[in-house]
């Protein structure tokens, strides 16, 4: 396969530390704002799981004996804000889908470099002030912020949240419209819809929820925080408003973002299993067409949290069939996935073994939702731990597998250097026993009725609750191993060949690390996506 060839100078330019933090700080070089938001993300990350332990050290043992009611529920809080808003969301469009978007559609960054770096610019602004709000006493309604307890009881820091949830916001909203704009005007020529890499399409469906999803939530808490503020009778029922209102503007965003986390992995994993199968994906256009089916069904079905809320039982009929539904283009691309494996060359390198990691996962928690998208059984489950362990095993174990299937695939693109095989299978390894071991347990004790959202519990619960406790340890251990060796790979791996992995995306005819501008001159695309008969088989590393 070839290279299109970069001046020897540009082989290090953007990692090269020598030119300063200002050249850092005011880049607007796509690759780079992808990295400061990788090592930003990360920090958050490791916020929220600081929050997660607190929780399972309390749930350790019945009684709520290592901190307050009123702590229990910072706690939990604060990991569900971090994790979705500062994590979950933002974490593959920003770091890989800032960093390959450009490369993948043969551009030489995005169509608006200067309000990408704002983005980022905004999603550090909008942490700081998280941060300020943990330290100062944190915020104890939920990461949902129901009313009226969040625009009128509670006496922690709910405006403040809000405001840091705002900013977050616009920075998704620049995100996506940045992705749709590049995605639509600048791809190379010969570059068809056609031919377009499915992480270009998952993408492309993310943002257009970004766009169109995020200012309804921003919208519904500015009016939380206003209400607060000024007493205005908008969801408090004391004062003439309602609160079932703010369930409906939330949900009607807030169960698209679970696709705006989901279908970015979604997106990974396709090009992780061809990549390692040696195969076109198969049924490619049913897998493209449906990351737009998820996108527009995922907009249709945000009822399905409020069944518990007295809400008209015909409508409630409806949001349920709608559920299931929207399980149907999930299914398509798991199925697609399935046959894409049969009968290809599967080579079980560790970003493989994550891309399977998330369709077992993935698989699990989306047959999970389909007990809670039936009325009678979600009445039932909704406030008990069946519904802890479903959206962990979506929104974390999918999610998160995927998102570590791309760090590992693309990191030779990204740093220039191969991180060591071994580890990165034993970490995958691990993350995946720890995971099932932390969260299965929960589904059989939302099965017995452990109510979730408790600091203490019937001892009868206990058992299953120490089996969680010590699954997060094991699987603490396994998220912290990535960090250890892939920052060591930085300085003591292997140098990556432009292509180790034999993959045939754009990206990967561009030298390792990529030069400033990406490509020299616009290449012109003449095959297939997915046709490996334009490329040979996988490089050899080079030994330092």
Do not use: C
């Not at 607007?28 to 958050?44: E, G, N, P, V, W």
């Amino acid at each position: 396969m070839a290279t299109i060839a970069a001046p020897a100078v540009e082989r290090e330019n953007y990692l090269n530390v020598n030119y300063g933090v200002k050249s850092w700080l005011l880049t607007t070089d796509h690759k780079r704002i992808a990295l400061l938001y990788l090592m930003s993300i990360t920090a958050m990350f490791f916020i929220g799981g600081i929050a997660a332990t607190a929780i399972r050290l309390e749930l350790l043992t019945p009684a709520g004996d290592l901190m307050s009611s009123d702590t229990y529920n910072k706690m939990f809080t604060i990991h569900g804000i971090v994790m979705v808003f500062f994590f979950l969301i933002p974490s593959i469009p920003a770091t890989l889908g800032n960093f390959l978007v450009p490369m993948m559609i043969g551009a030489k960054d995005l169509a608006f470099p200067k309000i990408n770096l704002l983005s980022w610019y905004l999603y550090i602004t909008a942490s700081l002030i998280m941060i300020y709000v943990i330290l100062t006493g944190g915020v104890d309604t939920g990461w949902t912020f129901y009313p009226p307890y969040s625009s009128l009881y509670s006496n922690t820091h709910v405006v403040a949240a809000i405001f840091a949830i705002f900013i977050a916001g616009f920075s998704s909203i620049f995100t996506g419209f940045n992705f749709i704009v590049t995605i639509h005007r600048m791809r190379a020529p010969g570059l068809t819809w056609g031919r377009l890499p499915l992480f270009i399409w998952s993408h492309y469906a993310t943002s257009v929820i970004m766009v169109l999803g995020t200012p309804v939530v921003a919208i519904a808490l500015t009016l939380v925080a206003l209400e607060r503020l000024f007493h205005l009778g908008i969801f408090d029922p004391q004062l003439g408003g309602d609160p079932l209102l703010f369930q409906h503007l939330f949900w009607f965003y807030s169960h698209p973002a679970v696709y705006i986390m989901i279908l970015p992995s979604m997106a990974v994993v396709s090009e992780v299993i061809s990549t390692f199968s040696r195969k076109r994906v198969f049924g490619y256009t049913a897998v493209a067409l449906a990351s737009i089916a998820i996108a527009v069904l995922g907009f249709l079905v945000w009822a399905h949290h409020m069944f518990v809320t007295g809400m008209s039982a015909y409508a409630a009929l409806v949001f349920s069939m709608l559920s299931y539904f929207v399980a149907i283009p999930s299914a398509i691309k798991v199925f697609n996935w399935t046959a894409t494996m049969y009968k290809g060359s599967v080579s079980l390198q560790t970003p493989m073994l994550y891309a399977m990691g998330f369709i077992g996962l993935f698989t699990m928690g989306g047959m999970t939702g389909l007990y809670l998208s039936a009325l009678g059984l979600d009445v039932q489950l909704h406030h008990t731990y069946f519904l802890i362990a479903h959206f962990h095993y979506i929104m974390v174990g999918g999610a998160v597998m995927g998102y570590l299937a791309g760090i590992h695939y693309w990191w030779p693109k990204i740093s220039g250097r191969m991180y060591p095989e071994t580890w990165g299978k034993i970490a995958a390894g691990t993350i995946f026993i720890g995971f099932n071991l932390t969260f299965f347990p929960q589904f059989v004790l939302g099965y017995l009725g452990m109510p979730r959202r408790y600091h203490s519990y019937d001892a009868q619960y206990q058992v299953l609750n120490v089996m969680s406790t010590a699954g997060a340890s094991i699987l603490a251990v396994g998220y912290v191993l990535p960090l250890v060796y892939l920052i060591w790979s930085m300085r003591y791996g292997a140098v990556a060949p432009d292509n180790p992995f034999g993959a045939t995306g754009l990206e990967w005819r561009t030298p390792s690390p990529p030069p400033t501008e990406n490509f020299p001159e616009t290449p012109i695309v003449t095959w297939e996506a997915y046709d490996y008969s334009t490329v040979p088989e996988p490089e050899v590393p080079v030994a330092r």
